[in-house]
């Protein structure tokens, strides 16, 4: 089973509007990841947030992490018609060494 | 561009055959990551390599395997293809072991087994 799961599993937003993805994981984590993939594209990463990190910027995007509750939130604000793509959450559990266990991802749709 | 580069980006194929993908890395990262994106199973894990050596598998299966040569490229061996391994395969790098780093990933091949 996946150990993060990111919610909605699809998004669709108007331009101009902010998306917030969710992400809830299982077991603890060293960091967590999120990264963005066009459609059929290789994966890119977007912000890394450090398990004693509660908050990170990185241009539009907000990442906040709660490792009381397990899950984290990407937040793009102003959100444009280039950021529709699938969103997914990556964590590294201590126990699963050197392995970045990816979500199922989020589908954003960005309409212009 | 990631600066990770994999060949062929399509590779079609019939069952039973075997294939190799190639992913060179990006110019000084050590680590090589392979993934399996398949629309039922999302982004799996297969196997990654530091410096040469095998440092973490994942769900890859016995028919796969796959090495890092001395130059840091990576090979990934798929053999009696089946229709299900039919999915896009991406290759990733990152400067160090561990879930510490980024990874940057290739463009991916697409593989269709008929």
């Known amino acids: 089973s996946q150990q993060g799961e990111e919610d909605p599993q699809a998004l669709s937003i108007q331009e101009g509007e902010n998306a917030t993805m969710n992400c809830s994981y299982k077991t603890s984590i060293n960091n967590l990841q999120w990264y963005r993939q066009n459609s059929g594209r290789g994966l890119v990463h977007l912000i890394l947030?450090?398990?004693?990190?509660r908050e990170k910027h990185s241009g539009r995007l907000r990442v906040t992490l709660d490792t009381s509750k397990k899950s984290s939130s990407l937040l793009i604000t102003a959100s444009r018609a280039a950021d529709t793509a699938s969103y997914f959450c990556?964590?590294?559990?201590?126990?699963?060494?050197?392995?970045?266990?990816f979500g199922a991802g989020t589908i954003l749709r960005v309409k212009s | 561009d990631s600066g990770v580069t994999q060949t062929p980006k399509h590779l079609i194929t019939a069952t039973g055959q075997r294939v190799t993908l190639r992913c060179s890395p990006r110019?000084?990262?050590?680590?090589v990551y392979w993934y399996q994106q398949s629309l039922d199973q999302g982004l799996q894990f297969l196997i990654q390599y530091y410096n040469g050596e095998e440092r973490a598998k994942g769900n890859i299966l016995e028919r796969f395997s796959a090495q890092q040569f001395p130059d840091l490229h990576s090979e990934l061996n798929l053999s009696s293809l089946e229709l299900g391994d039919s999915a896009l395969y991406f290759c990733?790098?990152?400067?160090?072991?561990?879930?510490?780093?980024?990874?940057?990933f290739g463009p991916g091949t697409r593989l269709t087994v008929t």
């Open positions: 110019s000084g990262d050590l680590s």
């Open positions: 990556a964590t590294g559990p201590p126990e699963y060494g050197n392995k970045l266990v």
């Open positions: 947030i450090r398990s004693n990190e």
């Open positions: 990733a790098s990152s400067p160090g072991e561990g879930v510490t780093y980024e990874q940057y």
